[in-house]
């Protein structure tokens, strides 16, 4: 007993613990990891918006639009997907994006079409003013 304990005490002490050392092993080699990092390229859709909603005024009226379309997508295509997509200037206020988003996919399930058919989506775009809410069929 007391020689397998010892064996296991030798086989040990070639060990060292796992802390935040292991795994950055110090914060200048982070920095310069991430300041030689290139810049992200911001991903524009090139799908053509079914609908944008744009927010630069303060409570858009889509509602009727957005029945209609739904309707001429859903007339067209079947089963069609949508894509509602939350596109802010920054990711500052992604809560009120994520609501809008959120209000206009109800929408669409009210007009109706089957929940599972409705996917979210949240990006930045820079370039925008303001936030816009854009409707992407697939």
């Known amino acids: ?24 092993p110090s914060p ?6 991430f300041a030689q ?5 911001v991903r524009v859709d090139p ?11 303060p409570e858009p009226r889509y509602q009727e639009l957005l029945h ?12 069609v997907q949508y894509d509602v997509v939350a596109v802010l200037p920054d990711l ?6 994520q609501a809008r988003a959120v209000a206009v996919m109800r ?3 009210a007009s109706p079409v089957p929940a599972v058919r409705v996917h979210l989506a949240l990006r930045a775009e820079p370039a925008l003013a303001a936030s816009q809410v854009r409707v992407y069929v697939r």
């Open 1 to 24: 007993m007391k020689l397998g304990l010892m064996l296991g005490l030798f086989g040990l002490a070639g060990c060292t613990l796992i802390d935040q050392r292991t795994f950055a």
């Open 28 to 33: 200048e080699a982070e920095e310069t990891s």
């Open 37 to 41: 990092a290139p810049a992200a390229q």
């Open 47 to 57: 799908r053509p918006p079914l609908l944008v909603i744009d927010y630069a005024t």
């Open 68 to 79: 209609v379309a739904v309707r001429a997508a859903e007339a067209r295509y079947g089963n």
């Open 92 to 97: 500052s206020d992604t809560a009120r994006g």
């Open 107 to 109: 929408d669409i399930i």
